[in-house]
């Protein structure tokens, strides 16, 4: 879903009107219609996702996430800078009562890079804060990572906020 429509869910209007990702596509922000014609959505010629591709059940999820569970990132995160309207100490808190078991208390437990260049949690958050906010809401999908979900949204920001100060080499 990301490649066309954005981590920030906008599309052709947010961070993916540009760059290596561009592909002027309408975002799914703002989408108004109940789960069902959603589904019928995802599975019509113009997006093509077959049963094969994505199961029954998995659209199902899909379409109440978006009709339902999308969060404005842009009055969270500076669509210009990146910046985080966080709360860094209390984003603290939570990252090291919950996350940090598995990232780390530092943030380096995990790297998705190599040692030359690597990817940190730090390095993610400060690349591209609006995939990492998606993924401290929703999880990442194949691996066990909790969602923070269950938390408020402002909870979060202010985790990602955190994890922005950590180091990102």
Known sequence: CKSCHGWD???????????SYQ????GVM????????L???????????GDDMIPQEQVQYIAAFLAGGLSDM?????????????DT?????????????????DGRALNWGDADE????GTEANANPWEVLHKIRNGHPGVEMISLRAFEL???????AYIRTLPEK
């Open 9 to 19: 869910y906008r599309g052709a209007e947010g961070k993916y009107a540009s760059g």
């Open 23 to 26: 592909t002027g596509i309408t």
């Open 30 to 37: 703002g989408y108004s219609g109940d789960a069902a014609a």
């Open 39 to 49: 589904e019928a959505l995802l599975r019509s010629p113009s997006h093509g996702f």
């Open 74 to 86: 842009n009055a969270v995160i500076d669509f210009d800078t990146g910046d985080v309207a966080g």
């Open 89 to 105: 100490n209390n984003g603290q808190a939570i990252f090291q009562t919950t996350c940090a078991a598995c990232h780390g208390f």
């Open 118 to 121: 690597p990817g940190y949690i």
């Open 154 to 160: 402002q909870s979060a920001v202010n985790v990602l």
